[in-house]
Every structure is written in structure tokens, then in C-alpha cells.
């Protein structure tokens, strides 16, 4: 299930892509960077026959962290 998953690190490149091979389940995204609030995406139902099937492009928008 969605919450029972061991987490997939990942480093993006320099254009902040990144890539890696999952199954037919559930999943959500968390980026973080330094000096940036993190973010985590809506919920992908990669489930459903047909759905997302291949490659799962999303841009992520992270705000800087407003200094203490």
C-alpha cells in the first residue's frame, strides 16, 4: 500500500530532472532541497489499467525558505 512503501531516493540533475521504475500501485512524490520549504505531490494512481502507464512527467514548484 501507499504508506507500507520503502521510500525511492533520488538526486535530480542540474535541470532538477530525475527518474526511476515503479509498479502498478500508489504513490506520491516529496522533493526537498536546501534552503527550500519541501513539497510533496497529490496522490498517483498508477493502479489503473491504462493510467500514467509509461513515463509520469510532473513539475514540481518549490519556494524558497524565507529566512529566521
Known amino acids: 500500500s501507499l504508506h507500507d512503501a520503502l521510500?525511492?531516493?533520488?538526486?535530480?540533475?542540474?535541470?532538477?530532472?530525475?527518474?526511476?521504475?515503479?509498479?502498478?500501485?500508489?504513490?506520491?512524490?516529496?522533493?526537498?532541497k536546501p534552503g527550500y520549504e519541501s513539497s510533496k505531490t497529490d496522490e498517483l494512481d498508477l493502479t489503473q489499467k491504462g493510467s500514467e502507464a509509461g513515463v509520469v512527467s510532473r513539475d514540481i514548484p518549490m519556494r524558497e525558505r524565507k529566512p529566521e
Open 7 to 32: 521510500p525511492i531516493s533520488r538526486i535530480a540533475d542540474s535541470k532538477g530532472r530525475y527518474n526511476f521504475l515503479v509498479g502498478n500501485n500508489k504513490y506520491f512524490i516529496t522533493v526537498e
